[in-house]
């Protein structure tokens, strides 16, 4: 079992920026990937961002150039720095932890509101 825990979320304006963390109980060295998903009002889960174990980053169209995903495995920590928030970006955003034997964890989620 893995437990995440995602921190930093908040109320910005549009514009501005916020990163949130993700801290897991375990390695994620050993991980496949790390991701970050969000989740609007009345809309499913949608990946926003994904890192894999070699470092390599892939993101949703709506958050390219704007939203960057990095890892610290000394900390065990995922985190999303995003940049340019727009209030279409508002959801709950959920860290996810995939293993080799596709396993898969989420986290409890991290509110963010982009509203002015």
């Known amino acids: 079992q893995v437990q995440l825990v995602e921190s930093g979320g908040g109320l910005v304006q549009p514009g501005e920026s916020l990163t949130v963390s993700c801290k897991a109980s375990?390695?994620?060295?050993?991980?496949?990937?790390m991701a970050w998903y969000r989740q609007a009002p009345g809309k499913e889960r949608v990946l926003v961002a994904v890192?894999?174990?070699?470092?390599?980053?892939d993101y949703a169209d709506s958050v390219k150039g704007r939203f960057t995903i990095s890892k610290d495995n000394t900390k065990n920590t995922v985190y999303l720095q995003m940049n340019g928030l727009k209030p279409e970006d508002t959801a709950v955003y959920y860290c996810?932890?995939?293993?080799?034997?596709?396993?898969?964890?989420w986290g409890q989620g991290t509110q963010v509101t982009v509203a002015s």
């Open positions: 890192i894999t174990n070699a470092d390599r980053t």
């Open positions: 375990k390695s994620i060295a050993i991980s496949k990937t």
């Open positions: 996810n932890y995939q293993s080799y034997i596709l396993s898969s964890y």
